[in-house]
Structure formats: C-alpha cells, structure tokens
T-cell receptor
Framework: AQSVSQHNHHVILSEAASLELGCNYS??????LFWYVQYPGQHLQLLLK??????LVKGIKGFEAEFIKSKFSFNLRKPSVQWSDTAEYFC??????????FGAGTRLAVHP | EAQVTQNPRYLITVTGKKLTVTCSQN?????MSWYRQDPGLGLRQIYY???????DKGDVPEGYKVSRKEKRNFPLILESPSPNQTSLYFC???????????FGPGTRLTVL
C-alpha cells in the first residue's frame, strides 16, 4: 500500500534559519507529489507539486522541493524562514484517481 | 471566487445524534472527497465521488455515509456519531483532467 513518511513532527526555528522538511513515499508507479501548507485555523493550500520534468520544483512563498527518485524522497526547503511560515506542512502522493495519501504532517514554529 | 465551502465550521454534539456536514463547490468539479485529519495521522480519505450518483469508500469509511445528488454538493452524514469520530473534516474537489485539489475550510467536530 502507498504511504508517506514525514520524518519531523515538530520543528522549531529562528527567523532567517534555513528549513528542510523530509518526506519519503512508497509507491511503485509513476508518482505525483505535493506539499500542502495549513496555516493556523485555515484550510490546506497547495505549496508546490511535482508531476514530471525538472526534479527541482519551485512553489509559492519561496519554497522549493527536490524529487529524488532513487531515494523515494521529496524534501521541502526554504533558504530563510519567516515568522509567517509558522504552519503545519503536509507531504502527499497520488494514491489513485485523484486520491491523495498524506503524511502525518510537520508542525513548524518560527520564532522572531 | 472559486471555492469549496463547508458548514458548519464547528459542531459539538452527543453520541448517537445524527448530523450532516455540508460541502459545496462552485467550480463545476466532477470529483469530490472527504478527509478527516487527526493528530499524528495526517489526512485520511473517508469517501469520494467521481460524479453525480457515483460514490465509493475511501480508507476510513466506517460510520459515515455520503450522497451526490447534485454536482456541486457532497454532504457527509454521520448516522450515529461516536466519540472516535471527533476530528477535523475537510472536503475537497478537483476537476476532470486537473491536478490541484481545492480544500474547504474544515469542520471541527466534537462528539461527546
């Protein structure tokens, strides 16, 4: 069965620190990969997605992610975080027709 | 504005009292689904619908029902809620051939 693992459940950073959130998936077929963000009290928003092509994808708000097929990974990065990046981040993989398989999420807290 | 709406946003109820959470989208999307979000588990799909009158179980369907009589609406029904259904519920929709799912704002349900 498909699954998604997010290595860090809670991350605490100071503003301007660099961020990398790990995501590994298990799925034997062609994968579509996503990162969603959920700000406190809000719904999920798509940060970025990978379907094919350049394995380094850029998303909104300065986020990027790298698809490494050999490692089954799709880690999220941001060079310099801001307080406004405090949120919960979810990695997801396509699990069939329009179905998303989500990881458990990573709560990021950024301190000024 | 393209959006997915859910009502109510917050609900506290008691065991066994039937309830319905409504979901509506204004994007003419064919595919709609319900997820529940629980700490440490991420989002898990409850039910989905590929079009009007076409619904099927997701990964955690026990205790839930859905219907899709109109394209825009996809209500989630809890016939006899139990405390283990206390959770945060999200409705999502996506159009045929598209890849970005749009999520509603969430419904926080507490069953006492």
């Amino acid at each position: 069965a498909q699954s998604v693992s997010q290595h860090n459940h809670h991350v605490i950073l100071s503003e301007a620190a660099s961020l990398e959130l790990g995501c590994n998936y298990s799925y034997g077929g062609t994968v579509n990969l996503f990162w969603y963000v959920q700000y406190p009290g809000q719904h999920l928003q798509l940060l970025l997605k990978y379907f094919s092509g350049d394995p380094l994808v850029k998303g909104i708000k300065g986020f990027e992610a790298e698809f490494i097929k050999s490692k089954f990974s799709f880690n999220l990065r941001k060079p310099s975080v801001q307080w406004s990046d405090t949120a919960e981040y979810f990695c997801a993989v396509n699990g069939g027709y329009n179905k998303l398989i989500f990881g458990a999420g990573t709560r990021l807290a950024v301190h000024p | 504005e393209a959006q997915v709406t859910q009502n109510p946003r917050y609900l506290i109820t008691v065991t066994g009292k039937k309830l319905t959470v409504t979901c509506s989208q204004n994007m003419n999307h064919e595919y709609m689904s319900w997820y529940r979000q629980d700490p440490g588990l991420g989002l898990r799909q409850i039910y989905y619908s590929m079009n009007v009158e076409v619904t099927d179980k997701g990964d955690v369907p026990e205790g839930y029902k859905v219907s899709r009589k109109e394209k825009r609406n996809f209500p989630l029904i809890l016939e006899s809620p139990s405390p283990n259904q206390t959770s945060l519920y999200f409705c999502a929709s996506v159009g045929a051939g598209e890849d970005e799912q749009f999520f509603g704002p969430g419904t926080r349900l507490t069953v006492l």
